[in-house]
């Protein structure tokens, strides 16, 4: 068969001619920020680096209380690359909570939710929370002391929740108590729940971008209405693509770069009947609610004050989600929206200096 034959086969079962067609057609808005519409792709980026290591990893990984801190001992020193493929699985799970991070801020500054929009904002939104659960689920893997102690302090947080907190962490720890059967149940949730809903709602995330094209702010809009001139544009293929491609590289790079001199530490092995050390603390990206708990007072006007930073952030949570269908398409609604997401940022950059400061140190490892 001649390589024409096998497209003509290939195409006429795979309509890849029409995908390759609607993409050649397909133009990105050229402005002042269109620099943020390259970190989307390179969330999708890390979120491919994590199910490639995640699948390396799997192949050496024992997910009991006896057995997890020594595969993961044996992944870094007896398995050749292992502790690379651990390394860059861990770091970019953090590089990738961080450009997640930026997309969705640049999403809400450039006011990209807005018609027809909004339901690739919740799925993002969705795909955010999925992506810090996958970060709590795996942080406890390793079986160390530190991820051991963080585990426990952060279901605890649950708890507080009345009427059915107690049942939410006995349903998280598989137990009253972290133990090897909270392990193995987050194991389960980080290697196949949440992948399985991770790919779902990615896949209508990028179903939807394709289907509604890129956004253009409403003061680029404004301004080329106000000046008669359309706003620019380059086309995905090949000049969009490329320049996604480069930031893929600078993504590729920057991982090699912090794993081969900054490979991720193992720690102490967790030791469940020992008391918690001094300097437990979470990830870096839940240090701000972390060190929010630590300045609310136990009680305020007699409620619990646990409780009430968990409400926040549940409520903090949900407003994400809905945010398009909450903050109506005008000048002033924009403007406050603006204002006050750049205070929650503040708050957040602020109080993870604070706990950063308070421990003395950097960002795990
Ligand atoms: C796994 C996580 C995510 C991946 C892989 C991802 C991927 C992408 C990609 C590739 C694009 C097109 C390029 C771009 O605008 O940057 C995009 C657009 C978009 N994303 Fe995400 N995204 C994720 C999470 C989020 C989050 C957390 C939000 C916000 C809640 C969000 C909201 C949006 C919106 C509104 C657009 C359209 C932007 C526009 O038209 O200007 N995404 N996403």
Request: net charge positive.
């Amino acid at each position: 068969m001649t390589s024409y034959q096998l497209r003509a086969w290939l195409g006429e079962r795979v309509p890849v001619a029409d995908i390759v067609e609607a993409l050649r057609r397909k133009r990105v808005p050229e402005h002042r920020y269109s620099i943020w519409y390259y970190f989307g792709g390179m969330t999708l980026f890390f979120f491919i680096v994590q199910v490639f290591t995640g699948g390396l990893l799997l192949l050496y990984y024992r997910p009991s209380a006896g057995e997890a801190y020594e595969s993961v001992q044996f992944i870094m020193t007896r398995v050749p690359f292992g502790w690379l493929i651990r390394s860059i699985h861990a770091w970019s799970a953090n590089v990738m909570v961080a450009t997640a991070l930026a997309h969705l801020f640049s999403a809400l500054f450039l006011h990209a939710y807005r018609r027809p929009r909004e339901i690739t904002w919740v799925s993002g939104a969705f795909l955010l929370l999925l992506i810090l659960a996958f970060g709590f689920t795996g942080y406890l893997l390793p079986w160390n002391e530190l991820s051991f102690f963080a585990t426990r302090v952060g279901t605890d947080m649950a708890g507080t929740v009345p009427g059915v907190g107690h049942f939410i962490v006995r349903f998280m720890r598989g137990g009253r108590d972290v133990t090897g059967a909270t392990l193995t149940r987050l194991f389960g949730v980080h290697v196949a729940i949440l992948p399985a809903i991770a790919t779902a709602l990615l896949g209508l995330h990028l179903f939807l971008v394709q289907r509604h094209g890129m956004s253009v702010p409403p003061s680029v809009w404004e301004e080329s209405r106000r000046t008669g001139r359309a706003t620019a544009s380059i086309p995905f293929l090949p000049d969009f693509a490329l320049r996604d491609l480069f930031a893929w590289t600078v993504g590729l790079a920057l991982l090699a770069g912090l794993a081969a001199f900054y490979p991720w530490e193992l720690g102490v092995k967790a030791d469940p009947f020992a008391s918690a050390p001094a300097g437990i603390r979470p990830e870096w990206y839940f240090l701000w609610a972390f060190q929010t708990l630590k300045y609310v007072p136990a009680s305020v006007f007699g409620v619990n004050g646990e409780l009430l930073v968990v409400a926040a952030l549940g409520i903090g949570a949900a407003l994400m989600v809905v945010l398009p269908f909450v903050v109506p398409d005008r000048p002033h609604a924009r403007r406050v929206l603006v204002w006050f997401a750049a205070a929650v940022l503040a708050y957040m950059a602020l109080l993870t200096f604070l706990a950063l400061r308070a421990q003395g140190g950097g960002p795990t490892p």
